[in-house]
């Protein structure tokens, strides 16, 4: 090598050129195998850790149809004459707030929302607030809207203020925007029942559905989403999207299953369903957890577009989850056609929503909503994470009535919670009977389990279904959060997936949002308080392999391949058809560098590569909040010699190299 070439590698951090690397990978360029599914790589969202109410759904307002239980008024504060009724506009959520004036001048009426762990607002950014009032005397009120700091040090806890006028006797939607005049992360909502003149006047008024919005959401979305949170989901470029869980998909329950039907329509009338994840965890338990269903499967379908993944709903088989049921029989609708017309027609219904044309009953509903066009959508799941017989049963039943009536979306069964063994082994083979198109695995597994399985994909059977890889994460020992130390196993584990992908059509990462103050369950995708969001060195791994999945197995041979158990060198490539590049991803999980040398076999002199690394050497090290960029992808320059690219991968480093063809 010269001395010019040395000296650059060196100063770009690439490496040197030795002849007898500690590693050889021979990429063969002529011969691009299996297609790399655009789905291959995607996500997973689930109404966990705050997710939806408090997470992505862009809703400042807790509780705000009156409708959580046993308490109407969780999450407000109330004072003076405050009532709550249950005969308002929304059947579906028939309470409401009768604001009565205290007949003084110096006693006030009001109602004051803490938001989710407090309302975060920007300076001069601007807020929807909107609510459903009347003036049940015909006496004009006006309701004073404020953002507050209650615990501010300053001389006035307001900093934002509107009032609003309603003089009607029937029940209308009053909207006016705040214009926040500072930042703050834990601000929250005050309303006061005052007279024309703004005084305490006499008088009354009820107020239901009370709402705030920023204006600026994802996409602008009246009824949208939080914009950083959905922009990161976007920026990853995700191939699929499935929704709306796990476990939340099956209920405690049945009854408080997730019911798509109920998170459809307009959003005042979604009936509030109890969050299952409210009381998974006594030792983490959120006794104000709901899911006011504004985030529903309308959004999850337009969001899967606006962000260029296939949607992938999963709907309930008839089953409440299985991990705290057990083996209640009783607890499951019934295994006959009659027993699960509801989960039956909950499949079709949703295919009719998300693909019927506006003259059928759901594909209407979806027009009204703002989508005439269909939503194209061609996967669906039924059933999440079940095994056994139960599940076997029900799933045939279901399974088979969809696709009677329609042939043309692929279905994707599960193999329960575990990822080997007998019910793993039981569920694979129950869905081959079933001729599922694709079967979906979870594992959240320790490093040394990530370690076993860097052959996992190779033995699998080619003519069977496809694996949907549907919920995994490296799970440390002791040490459940995303720290730099396992998600290099996540990458490593990867190649595998990759280079099977034949077989491997799907992969998401789970779980996939966490709010800091509310979480349940970790490790997380993306953590987030009211302002600021972290995306977790586990996001870097998903979004490195999704940005660059490319189009085609390229065939690789690689000396030193690890045994199981150990820590290697793992590599797998592709080939870029859009971009007519080779793209080679070397994850080292070693603590000390390696030399590798990678030959782009029947490639001509390829020049330079493009080397994208991610660097998770500092094993604790974890994006927070505080801190959001301490691990982030970082791109330099390799030269290559001829169609030879002699590289040191430091130790546990991902790096993805893209060479032009
Ligand atoms: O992702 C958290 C939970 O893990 C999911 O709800 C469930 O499918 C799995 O058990």
Known sequence: MKLRNLLLTMALGAGTAVSAADYTVTVETQKPGAEIQPTMYGIFFEDINFAADGGLYGELVKNR???FTPDPLMGWQAFGKVEIRDDGPFDRNPHYARLRSMGHGDWWTGLQNEGFFGIGVEKDKEYRFSVYARVPEGKTQMLRVQLVEPYT??????????DIKVSSRDWQKYTVVLKSKKTADKAQLRLFL??????????????????????????????????DLAQALADMKPGVFRFPGGCIVEGVTLENRYNWKNSVGPVENRPLNKNRWESTFTYRYYPDYFQSYGLGFYEFFLLSEEIGSEPLPVLNVGMACQFQNW?????????????????IDDCLDLIEFANGSVDTKWGKLRAEMGHPAPFNMKLLGIGNEQWDEFYFKRVRIVADAVRRAHPEIKIIGTSGPDAEGRSFDLGWEAMKRQKADLVDEHFYRPISWFKNEWNRYDQYDRTGPKVFAG???CHDRGKKWNHAGASIYEAAFITGIERNADIVH???????????????????MIWYDNLRVAKSASYWVQALYAQNKGTNVLPLQQTNFPKKGEDGVLCSAVWDNEAGEYVVKVVNTFDQAKTVSIKLNGAKAVGEAKAITLDLSQYDM???????HAIEPKETKVKAEG?????????KNFVVYRVKK
């Open 643 to 651: 169609n030879l690219l002699n590289v040191t991968v430091q130790g």
């Open 622 to 628: 974890e994006n927070t909040v505080e801190n959001p």
């Open 194 to 227: 005052c007279d024309e003149n703004g005084h305490s006047g006499s008088g009354t008024m009820d107020v239901e559905h009370v709402s705030l919005f920023p204006v600026d959401t994802w996409k602008g979305h009246e009824n949208g989403m939080r914009k």
């Open 327 to 343: 083996n209640d029989e009783s607890a499951h609708a019934p295994a006959t056609e009659a027993g699960l017309k509801e989960y």
């Open 471 to 473: 919920e995994y994460a």
């Open 65 to 67: 149809s009156f409708e």
């Open 506 to 524: 799907m992969a998401t990462y789970a779980p996939l949002f966490s709010h800091v103050d509310g979480w349940q369950w970790r490790p997380d």
């Open 153 to 162: 040090q300053e001389e006035h806890q307001e900093f934002s203020q509107q």
